[in-house]
């Protein structure tokens, strides 16, 4: 009897263990809102943290793409990118421009959980998984860097359009320049690190679903609607659920809660941040001798969503605070909450290759942080 005690005991704490190393991003974003929770107490203002929209829109694309995933939709899509780009370097340029588009239509985020399966799709489908970290990580790039030409392509860009009311000409004029040369640089990575292999695999014809494909594309573009807040965003939470409950109750179990947690610990962690004294009077400090330069730096510690809210209180240069929350997404792992996804994306497939990764996405990431700010200094 003890002995049965023991093994439970023991496999109780394996999987833990295991859940923990799956989603150890979560927990280290947990870890840091209890810790700010002690200088900042909960109070009536925790509930002004979250951007409820952004979780609610993370949960139906997340959610839908799931259903995609389970009609093999992406794997079909997968092999007609095959069959148009017969290498692998015409491959991932095709992937990673896909995922820069569509950060300027439905937000970064968006864009990622969207492609980042595409990506691993054809890779694997074509035997080329080296290429998965790097293929990963300029797709994760291309969306952080894409999504800043248009107001709704980041959500710090939503936030200080609004804040500021820059109008829509001046905005995609200040963010023009950054945008071109990060298509440029990253055209250039590959074109420079990826060979043009002949890919060569056996074609094997999957048939869709009809009704099934129709009906997960029609609950995607839905989604799309209310990230552009045509219509609410609570409507999402209503009619997707609703509909895979009766089409595909499986999507909805294989949603990455986790990631969802991940997100709120860190809207706890960036509110309590913005509301600590020496914090604030540090970046106002800062602010004053360089907007452009410090915005970007502020992004590697609290993100750039956080920082773009914060800094705006302390700031009337809008230019350079646009610019600088956008170049700031590239440098560490938490300078952009989307590069959470790329790292859960990739860490699911490869998790053995975690180190691998995290080096060879801080040598991209912030050569690229070097380049613009640099270019960015020089021009402006």
Same mark, same amino acid.
């Given at each position: 009897?003890?002995?049965?005690?023991?093994?439970?005991?023991?496999?109780?704490?394996?999987?833990?263990?295991?859940?923990?190393?799956?989603?150890?991003?979560?927990f280290i974003a947990l870890i840091a809102a209890l810790a700010t929770a002690i200088a900042v107490p909960p109070d009536e203002q925790y509930a002004d943290y979250f951007d409820f929209k952004t979780l609610t829109c993370l949960f139906c694309v997340l959610a839908v793409v799931c259903a995609l995933k389970n009609i093999r939709f992406f794997y079909t899509?997968?092999?007609?990118?095959?069959?148009?780009?017969?290498?692998?370097?015409?491959?991932?340029?095709?992937?990673?421009?896909?995922?820069?588009?569509?950060?300027?239509?439905?937000?970064?985020?968006?864009?990622?959980?969207?492609?980042?399966?595409?990506?691993?799709?054809?890779?694997?489908?074509?035997?080329?998984?080296?290429?998965?970290?790097?293929?990963?990580?300029?797709?994760?790039?291309?969306?952080?860097?894409?999504?800043?030409?248009?107001?709704?392509?980041?959500?710090?860009?939503?936030?200080?359009?609004?804040?500021?009311?820059?109008?829509?000409?001046?905005?995609?004029?200040?963010?023009?320049?950054?945008?071109?040369?990060?298509?440029?640089?990253?055209?250039?990575?590959?074109?420079?690190?990826?060979?043009?292999?002949?890919? %060569?695999?056996?074609?094997?014809?999957? =048939?869709?679903?009809?009704? &099934? +494909?129709?009906? #997960? *594309?029609? $609950? /995607?573009?839905?989604?799309?609607?209310?990230?552009?807040?045509?219509?609410?965003?609570?409507?999402?939470?209503?009619?997707i659920p609703l509909c895979l409950l009766f089409a595909d109750k499986s999507a909805l179990k294989k949603v990455d809660y986790p990631l969802l947690l991940t997100f709120v610990f860190f809207f706890i962690f960036s509110g309590n941040m913005a509301r600590i004294g020496f914090v604030r009077n540090s970046l106002s400090f800062l602010l004053n001798k360089?907007?452009?330069?410090?915005?970007?730096?502020?992004?590697?510690?609290?993100?750039?969503?956080?920082?773009?809210?914060?800094?705006?209180?302390?700031?009337?240069?809008?230019?350079?605070?646009?610019?600088?929350?956008?170049?700031?997404?590239?440098?560490?792992?938490?300078?952009?909450?989307?590069?959470? %996804?790329?790292?859960?994306?990739?860490? =699911?497939?490869?998790?053995? &290759? +975690?180190?691998? #990764? *995290?080096? $060879? /996405?801080?040598?991209?990431?912030?050569?690229?942080?070097?380049?613009?700010?640099?270019?960015?200094?020089?021009?402006?």
């Amino acid at each position: 009897m003890a002995t049965k005690v023991l093994w439970y005991h023991h496999t109780f704490i394996n999987r833990i263990y295991a859940f923990i190393k799956k989603n150890i991003v979560m927990f280290i974003a947990l870890i840091a809102a209890l810790a700010t929770a002690i200088a900042v107490p909960p109070d009536e203002q925790y509930a002004d943290y979250f951007d409820f929209k952004t979780l609610t829109c993370l949960f139906c694309v997340l959610a839908v793409v799931c259903a995609l995933k389970n009609i093999r939709f992406f794997y079909t899509l997968a092999q007609k990118i095959i069959v148009c780009f017969c290498n692998t370097r015409s491959s991932i340029i095709a992937l990673v421009y896909i995922t820069f588009i569509g950060s300027m239509l439905i937000a970064n985020d968006m864009a990622l959980i969207t492609f980042l399966p595409l990506g691993y799709f054809v890779l694997t489908t074509a035997k080329k998984e080296k290429y998965m970290a790097f293929t990963f990580i300029m797709q994760n790039i291309a969306a952080n860097l894409g999504g800043m030409l248009t107001p709704f392509g980041n959500p710090q860009n939503l936030y200080l359009y609004t804040k500021f009311g820059i109008p829509t000409g001046e905005f995609m004029q200040i963010m023009l320049l950054p945008f071109l040369l990060s298509v440029t640089i990253i055209t250039l990575c590959c074109v420079i690190f990826v060979k043009p292999e002949r890919i %060569i695999v056996s074609h094997k014809e999957i =048939k869709l679903p009809i009704k &099934k +494909t129709i009906l #997960y *594309l029609l $609950l /995607f573009a839905f989604s799309i609607i209310i990230v552009f807040r045509f219509i609410p965003y609570w409507t999402g939470l209503i009619v997707i659920p609703l509909c895979l409950l009766f089409a595909d109750k499986s999507a909805l179990k294989k949603v990455d809660y986790p990631l969802l947690l991940t997100f709120v610990f860190f809207f706890i962690f960036s509110g309590n941040m913005a509301r600590i004294g020496f914090v604030r009077n540090s970046l106002s400090f800062l602010l004053n001798k360089s907007t452009l330069l410090f915005s970007a730096l502020s992004c590697q510690c609290i993100s750039n969503v956080p920082s773009a809210i914060l800094l705006s209180q302390f700031t009337d240069n809008y230019s350079d605070l646009l610019i600088g929350v956008n170049i700031g997404g590239t440098g560490t792992l938490i300078a952009s909450l989307a590069s959470l %996804i790329t790292y859960r994306e990739y860490t =699911k497939h490869q998790p053995e &290759k +975690t180190g691998y #990764y *995290l080096k $060879l /996405f801080s040598i991209f990431n912030f050569d690229f942080l070097f380049i613009l700010l640099t270019v960015m200094f020089i021009v402006r």
